[in-house]
C-alpha cells in the first residue's frame, strides 16, 4: 500500500499488515510510524490525499479559533493510535484560504476525511478524543 511520509511527504510503498513494528521512509529513513499530523497547503495538499492508500483525515483550523486550540491536543493524541492506518493532517485556513474556500469550510474546526482520493465525512466543531478516536475508526480497516 502507498503511504506518505510524514516528514518528507515522499510517497512509500510498504506490505499492508495489521501492525508494524518497524517501517521507515525509503528517502528520508526516518519512521513511518510517527503520528504527529501533518501540514497541508496548497502546494502540496493533492498529492498527499491522491498517493495516500490510507484514509486521510484533515482538521481545518485557524490560530485565533478557541475552539480550535482546545480540540488540537485531542487531536495529537487521537493520531498516536493510527499508525499506518489513518493519515491525520491540518491545513491553517488563515495561510491556506484557497484550500478553505475550495472545500467550503464555513466554521472551524472542520474535519474532512478523504479515502481514495475522495471526501466521505465531514464534521464541523470540536471533538473530544473520545469523539475523534471513534470517528477515525469508523474509517480504518
Known sequence: MRVICPHCL???NIPQK??????????CKKSLLDTKPVELSNANFDEVIVNSDIPVIIDFWAPWCGPC???????EKSATKFPLKMLFT????????????????????TLMIFKDGKEVHRVSGALDETSLTRLASQFTS
Open 90 to 109: 491540518k491545513v491553517n485556513t488563515e495561510n491556506e484560504q484557497n484550500l478553505g474556500a475550495r472545500f467550503g469550510i464555513r466554521s472551524i474546526p
Open 69 to 75: 486550540k482546545m480540540m488540537a491536543p485531542n487531536f
Open 18 to 27: 495489521d501492525s508494524y513494528n518497524k517501517a521507515n521512509c525509503g528517502k
Open 10 to 12: 515522499s510517497v512509500n
